[in-house]
């Protein structure tokens, strides 16, 4: 708190007994969450403020928008302030006739007739669980006799609520628009993607350029055209929004894709390994005689690393074997290494990052168009996803005449290597306040979009820098409202139009892409941390403590995706060699259709199946089989664990 703010909240007090009731009856009587210059000066003078109020007014109005807000005279009046508020509309949402009323008592009275005491307040709030206190404070604030609440008092509340249901129409609108389109579009794109490369991993080894090479492609080509990838998802049988999946990885329209956009970590570590033999041994046929040790005409994972160590070679990653691995049999021959003699990579998979190149793009880019978001949006982001890859990237730099070093100024850029640049990546504290305006516009109105026809009281098309602020305090959104203003009007023209916030809709969720760089990083889901053994099928599933807290690590990085099978229990199985049991479209199949009942195994080992987590978090798990049934004498036991379920023999 500055000494002017003391000064102020002092003088208040003296004049109105507290800060709050000052706000409620003198400064802000209509209820705008606001004041503007020339009635906060007229107040100070006529109740003869000692001071400057010229000076102070504008020491608050920080950000020079022409009015001062409660939050920047008390801030912590104005959090309990607005607390109430909520509540109030929460707990009497008939409005103020209706509050009285309750608190009184005496639904025979008028309301014209009702007046609300002390006592009769704090026992009402206390009743309704009213858990910030200053019930006092509230009551003296609201009361503008001190004495007795009555209806004028509680006018506000009316005005609160008119708010709130036209809020919660846009919002209720905002759902129908996303539902009707979630009928056209099965699943969100970007979810899709990560999907079917999680399809691709299981079903080749963790290997997705293995997937690649056997699945998408023929004759180890590593360009792939729509046709060709539309025909491999029937051979494949993955039918789950083709077209769509098509789109987010044919980002540049050029109808073919090329393996770094599949898995781009897997693809660098083969070009930087390509580059190194094709340097060192000129071709493939001598690149594999020299890995070929023993001379048998096939090189295992020993002996390639071992090869590699020798030559020299430095960035020595399982992962290159299995990229070379095509059948994964654990081996590979010279038929498997002779696609790196005609593939050409990427330039940038073999760029270093160069942090210079990245600060001269963004000076350029800056310079060119007055603001990074301007840039972002005009030239690197025209479809408003809030992702550039590569192409996209490179004939942005030709647009903008960058000449620098592209591919390493990429690769500094795209710090990751997740294949594709945010607006992060350019402009951190933009992006960071972007982000929380979406969340909270998609939390509170369903969209930016509906938010910006709520805010819009005049229908007007556009809102001033006073309009914008105004609606954001009503609607409880905090922060430095003109930086974002700024960040968002980006035309220069002192109004901000739909079309200037709506883009913001358009933004993938981060859950997706969080998932996806950690399955990047992970080849298998055998990566995941292992859970400590429990006793043997019969006996106690697992180690419940080691099981927590694995499952809250994994929550806490954003690994564990929503209705999703618990990673802490993929784990569990996969350490026993299980794979978790789906249908494409993410459903349990029938039992009878994943076991043979009448196995003999099932005698002596029960079957584990996987299913997803309840929102409770815990599922009922019975345990049998013929060790049960010897240590229990036939009786079924049970035990609470959350995730699994143990079917008995049958």
Known sequence: MTLRNQVLQEFLIRQEGSTLRAWIH????????RITEMYFLRYLRENQFPFDANQLYHTLDSDGSGEVTFEEIDPAGDELWERFRAWACEQYPQGAEDCL????????LKVDDIKIDLFHFEADLVEKHWTTGQEESLFKALSASQERLVIGDMRWLNLELRRLKKKLKAKEQANLETRALAKKQSKDPREN????????RQKHGGSLIRAWRMSLTEGDAMLLHKGA?????VNIKWRTDVKGLWEQLDRDNSGTIGIEELDFRAAEELALFRQFVINKFQNATQTFAALDLDGNKNVSEGEFMQALKEFGYENRDRIIFQALDKHGKKKINLEDMTFLDHWKPMEYLLASANQEAANAFKNKLRTRFGSYLRGWKLLLDVDGSNTCNWEEFRQACKRLGFKQDVA??????DSTMSGTISLSNIDPASSSILQDFRTWAKREFGSVKSMFSVFDEDNSKSLSLKEFKRSCRIYGFRGHLKSLFNILESTGSGGLTMDEVVFLDRWANQTVEIMDDCNSKNDTMTHLPSIPDGPEPGGEIANLG?????AQSLEEAGIWKEGDLHPAFKSWANRRRRRPVKKQDGSLPALASQVDLGAECLARRPILLLAYVPEEGKFRTRVSGAKARASKGGNERRSEVPGAEEVPAA
Do not use: I
């Open 229 to 233: 990838f539309f025909k491999a998802c």
């Open 546 to 550: 080691g099981a927590k807290c694995v």
């Open 408 to 413: 390493g100024c990429w690769r500094a850029l």
């Open 193 to 200: 993607l990560a999907d079917f490369k999680r399809f691709l």
């Open 101 to 108: 009323q309750r608190m009184s008592r005496q639904n025979e």
């Open 26 to 33: 003198k400064l802000d009587p209509d209820h705008e969450h």
